[in-house]
Structures are given as C-alpha cells and as structure tokens.
Nanobody, 122 residues
Framework: QVQLVESGGGLVQAGGSLRLSCAVS????????MGWFRQTPVKEREFVAA????????SYADPVKGRFTISRDNAKNTVSLQMNSLKPEDTAVYYC???????????????WGQGTQVTVSS
C-alpha cells in the first residue's frame, strides 16, 4: 500500500510562513498526481494545490494562489507545500493525498496521509 506522512505543521502568526512536507512510501501503483487538501471542523475538505509527478504541472485553489507553492522531489519521493503570507483563515488540518491522475476533487484521491495541523493566529 502507498503510505503518505505529512510533517511541518504548527502554530504561526499571521503573515508568517510554514513549509509542509509529504513523504511517499510503499508499493507504487504507477503514475500519480499529488494534492494538498485542508479541512476544519466546520468546513468540508477543500482543495489547496496539486502537482503531477511526471511534468511537475501545478494547480492552485484561488484563495491560496500567489501565496502557496507546491513542489515535488521525485528522487526523494516527497511533495512540499510552501505557505507564505499565512492568514487566520488558512487554519486547518492539511492532508497530503495521491491520485491516479491529477485532480482538484477529493473523492478522486485514493491515498491520504494522517494530516498535520496548521494554526495561524491573528
């Protein structure tokens, strides 16, 4: 099975930065798209950013465009999310996920990490 482990979450002041990492391990099923999603107790899981393993093509949700950057290191099997200019509304549990193809929809992702908490204070 493919396993995803997120790290890098924490508490940060508004305007600050955090870098999340997702380590991918286990048996590969072929090519994948990788995505970051976030969820709060009062909001359903929403798309943040995605990237393809092959080309590195990216997609971003409008609220994070220009502030967040997704990247991948194919040699290390890691995907990162650099989050700059953080806002309180960015507070959420952030999940790394893998899909057979690149998608912005959570229900098209097959594998999920356990999540890492990001809290942005005012």
């Amino acid at each position: 099975q493919v396993q995803l482990v997120e790290s890098g979450g924490g508490l940060v002041q508004a305007g600050g930065s955090l870098r999340l990492s997702c380590a991918v391990s286990g048996r590969t099923l072929g090519s994948y798209g990788m995505g970051w999603f976030r969820q709060t107790p009062v909001k359903e899981r929403e798309f943040v950013a995605a990237i393809t393993w092959s080309s590195g093509g990216t997609s971003y949700a409008d609220p994070v465009k220009g502030r967040f950057t997704i990247s991948r290191d194919n040699a290390k099997n890691t995907v990162s999310l650099q989050m700059n200019s953080l806002k309180p509304e960015d507070t959420a549990v952030y999940y790394c996920a893998a899909s057979r193809g690149l998608s912005t929809r959570a229900n098209q992702y097959t594998y999920w990490g356990q999540g890492t908490q990001v809290t942005v204070s005012s």
